[in-house]
């Protein structure tokens, strides 16, 4: 790979660093020559500190380092994006990462729908939404309507009609969303088991 150290007159390059199973973004660094080769070598992340002057590997002090899964390099040749697997929180502060997030997997407009659910189903009480009515009527009553849906899909797999296919499926998914966390989990926990069967 090649990396064009010498853009900038100090050397350095800025090193994006991102967790490699969440996709987030942690922290940004920078690394010289030097500090690039050692990541290579040790396969845990080192930067150039532009404070202390000197290499400096994540964790060396705190025991939160960066394990090296990977690394590419952008367009100009003089930014990296380095893909890490974490070990304990990233920022020198404390929290996940230094934009003080949390690094939990997101599965976007999904992560939304569910937190939208399970804010439904904790004020179901005083909810009159159609997800709180379902969540007071039982773990029955969400599983049978996963079932109907289910069978609407099929239904609508064997038609040409794309539009009612693509409805059912929405649905289906929804009604399951809300099955999870009636059954105390979340989408996360099914990708988990998914990824421990590859």
Not at 113 to 142: C, H, M, P, T, W
Not at 144 to 151: F, N
């Amino acid at each position: 790979m090649k990396i064009n150290f010498d853009k900038n007159s100090d050397g350095l390059v800025p090193a994006i660093i991102q967790d490699t199973t969440t996709k987030n973004v942690l922290m940004l660094g920078y690394m010289n020559k030097e500090a690039y080769e050692k990541t290579l070598e040790t396969k845990k992340v080192t930067f150039f500190s532009r404070s202390k002057q000197r290499l400096w590997t994540k964790g060396e002090e705190s025991g939160n380092i960066l394990n090296l899964v990977d690394i590419k390099n952008d367009c100009d040749q003089d930014t990296l994006l380095i893909l890490v697997d974490p070990v304990g929180p990233t920022c020198h502060k404390g929290s996940d990462t230094c934009w003080n997030e949390n690094n939990e997997q997101s599965f976007g407009f999904l992560s939304e729908l569910e937190r939208v659910i399970q804010n439904r189903k904790e004020n179901q009480d005083n909810d009159k939404s159609y997800v709180a009515s379902l969540f007071k009527k039982g773990i029955n009553k969400v599983a049978q309507k996963v079932g109907e849906e289910a069978v609407e899909v099929v239904i609508e797999a064997k038609d040409d009609n794309e539009e009612l296919f693509l409805n059912e499926s929405a649905d289906l998914l929804f009604h399951y969303l809300i099955l999870l966390q009636a059954k105390g989990y979340k989408l996360i926990d099914i990708v988990e088991v998914l990824e421990s069967r590859t």
